[in-house]
């Protein structure tokens, strides 16, 4: 089984940073990427930056200039760091990860449980 731990959420005031970490522990052979979703109250689930085994990495439009992910593939984990955060940028974030297991066949995307961030004067 794949477990994925978050931390990093908390609040900040608009144009501040946070940084969130995500590590998958588990049988992965290798993954086809991992990366951060987050959903506001209200509105739908959106991709907001991912990265792929080789590295490429893809951002929302709204992330980019401003968010910037990284990841080690050994230590199987992955980070965004965000800055000059604003109000729309509240959201619980989760970290997620298509991941191939070790004598399986197919990626299966998994979940982390979501780390809150909340921008706030």
């Known amino acids: 089984q794949v477990q994925l731990v978050e931390s990093g959420g908390g609040l900040v005031q608009p144009g501040g940073s946070l940084t969130l970490s995500c590590v998958a522990s588990?049988?992965?052979?290798?993954?086809?990427?991992m990366g951060w979703y987050r959903q506001a109250p209200g509105k739908e689930p959106e991709l907001v930056a991912s990265?792929?085994?080789?590295?490429?990495?893809n951002y929302a439009d709204s992330a980019k200039g401003r968010f910037t992910i990284s990841g080690d593939n050994a230590k199987k984990t992955v980070s965004l760091q965000m800055k000059a955060l604003n109000y729309e940028d509240a959201a619980v974030y989760y970290c997620?990860?298509?991941?191939?297991?070790?004598?399986?066949?197919?990626?299966?995307?998994?979940w982390g449980q979501g780390t809150q961030v909340t921008v706030s004067s």
């Open positions: 588990g049988d992965i052979f290798r993954f086809n990427e």
């Open positions: 990265i792929d085994w080789d590295r490429n990495t």
């Open positions: 997620h990860i298509d991941a191939l297991i070790l004598g399986k066949v197919y990626y299966y995307p998994y």
